[in-house]
């Protein structure tokens, strides 16, 4: 049975940067697609980022492209979450997630059965 746990949330100021790294137990191979996802506060869960493959096939929300930069190092079974540029509504928790959604729902929580219990990411003005 594959777990996923997040590590890295923590509170910064804006305009800063923060790393997120998530570790899988067990096996996933390359067609398993691993994501980031976040809840604002008030607000839904949302998808973020998300890669499959290898060297790694990624899209990103609208809300973080061009700030945040997910990647995946299959041999240690990590997927991380490079935020830069971190603005006071990044302000959520953040879960990693794994499986098996099509390829229009990548960054729609169906597909996705495996989840982490999130971290806390703060981000002050």
């Known amino acids: 049975e594959v777990r996923v746990t997040e590590s890295g949330g923590g509170t910064v100021q804006a305009g800063g940067s923060l790393t997120l790294s998530c570790t899988a137990s067990?096996?996933?191979?390359?067609?398993?697609?691993m994501a980031w996802f976040r809840q604002r506060p008030g607000k839904a869960r949302e998808g973020i980022a998300s890669?499959?493959?290898?060297?790694?096939?990624?899209i990103y929300s609208d809300s973080v492209k061009g700030r945040f930069t997910i990647s995946r190092d299959h041999a240690k079974n990590t997927l991380t979450l490079k935020m830069n540029i971190l603005k006071p509504e990044d302000t959520a928790i953040y879960y990693c997630a794994a499986g098996t959604p099509t390829s229009d729902y990548r960054l729609r929580e169906v597909g996705y059965h495996i989840w982490g219990q999130g971290t806390q990411v703060t981000v002050t003005v």
């Open positions: 067990g096996y996933t191979c390359y067609s398993t697609h």
């Open positions: 890669n499959v493959g290898y060297p790694g096939d990624t």
